[in-house]
C-alpha cells in the first residue's frame, strides 16, 4: 500500500512571496490532516479535513494560510504573503475511517524555508 | 493549556541494551496515546498505540505502558540497535479521530 504522498520536498522562497504544497493520502483514507513542525518541535494541526470538509481549523492562521481538498481526495495548503516564522516542516497525515481506526500516518514533509 | 511532555530531550545507550523513553501528558480526558519515530528528513513513523482503557501494549521489540493515575505514558524499546536513532515523540488524542497533540520529542542515540 502506498504512503502519504507529498510534494514539494523542499522549497525556499523570501518573505512576503507565495507558496503552496500538494498532499495526496492514502488510498481510501476520509480524514486529512496538515500539520506545521518548527525544528526541535513535535507537529502541530493546522486544518483537519474529513472527506472535503473542514473539521477543525482553529490552529490555521487564516489571513495567510489557506487549505482545500475539493474531490475529498488531495489536499494543497497555500501561504500567501510568507513570513520568516513559517520556516518549517509542513507534514500531511491520513487516517482511515471505523472507530477502532485512529492511526495517522505521516507523509515525508515539505521543507520550508522563507528567507 | 494542553500539553503532552517528555522528561528527557536525550537518550544515549549502547546496542543491545533496552531504551526507556518516558512522556507526561496533562488533558486526564485523552483516551488515545500513539509513539512515532521520527528519522531526520523524514515523517514521523508509527511504532505502536494504545487506549485509555489497556495499560500495556506490545509489539515487535517495543512495548507502550500507560499509568493514568499519574498521567504516564513510557515506549520500551528491547535491544536497542543502530537503526533505532531516531528522535520518538509521544502524542495524545481526546476525541476520536481528531488532533494529535504532540510533545517536543526524546533524541534516542545508540552507541555501537
Known amino acids: 500500500e502506498a504512503g502519504v504522498a507529498q510534494s514539494p520536498r523542499y522549497k525556499i522562497i523570501e518573505k512576503r512571496q507565495s507558496v503552496a504544497f500538494w498532499c495526496n493520502p492514502i488510498?481510501?483514507?476520509?480524514?486529512l490532516y496538515w500539520y506545521q513542525q518548527i525544528l526541535g518541535q513535535g507537529p502541530k494541526l493546522l486544518i483537519q479535513?474529513?472527506?472535503?470538509?473542514?473539521?477543525?481549523d482553529s490552529q490555521l492562521p487564516k489571513d495567510r494560510f489557506s487549505a482545500e481538498r475539493l474531490k475529498g481526495v488531495d489536499s494543497t495548503l497555500k501561504i500567501q504573503p510568507a513570513k520568516l516564522e513559517d520556516s518549517a516542516v509542513y507534514l500531511c497525515?491520513?487516517?482511515?475511517?471505523?472507530?477502532?481506526?485512529?492511526?495517522?500516518?505521516f507523509g515525508p514533509g515539505t521543507r520550508l524555508l522563507v528567507l | 493549556g494542553e500539553s503532552v511532555g517528555l522528561h528527557l530531550p536525550t537518550l544515549s545507550v549502547q546496542e543491545g541494551d533496552n531504551s526507556i523513553i518516558n512522556c507526561a501528558y496533562s488533558?486526564?480526558?485523552?483516551?488515545?496515546f500513539i509513539w512515532y519515530k521520527q528519522e531526520s528528513g523524514k515523517g514521523p513513523q508509527f511504532i505502536i498505540d494504545?487506549?485509555?482503557?489497556?495499560d500495556k501494549r506490545q509489539g515487535q521489540r517495543v512495548t507502550v505502558l500507560l499509568n493514568k493515575t499519574v498521567k504516564h505514558l513510557s515506549l520500551q524499546i528491547a535491544a536497542t540497535q543502530p537503526g533505532d536513532s531516531a528522535v520518538y515523540f509521544c502524542?495524545?488524542?481526546?476525541?476520536?479521530?481528531?488532533?494529535?497533540?504532540f510533545g517536543q520529542g526524546t533524541e534516542l542515540s545508540v552507541k555501537p
Open positions: 497525515a491520513s487516517r482511515g475511517q471505523g472507530k477502532k481506526t485512529e492511526t495517522q500516518y
Open positions: 488510498s481510501g483514507h476520509a480524514t
Open positions: 479535513f474529513q472527506n472535503n470538509g473542514v473539521v477543525d
Open positions: 488533558n486526564s480526558a485523552s483516551d488515545y
Open positions: 494504545i487506549r485509555s482503557n489497556m
Open positions: 502524542a495524545e488524542s481526546y476525541n476520536q479521530g481528531g488532533k494529535l497533540i
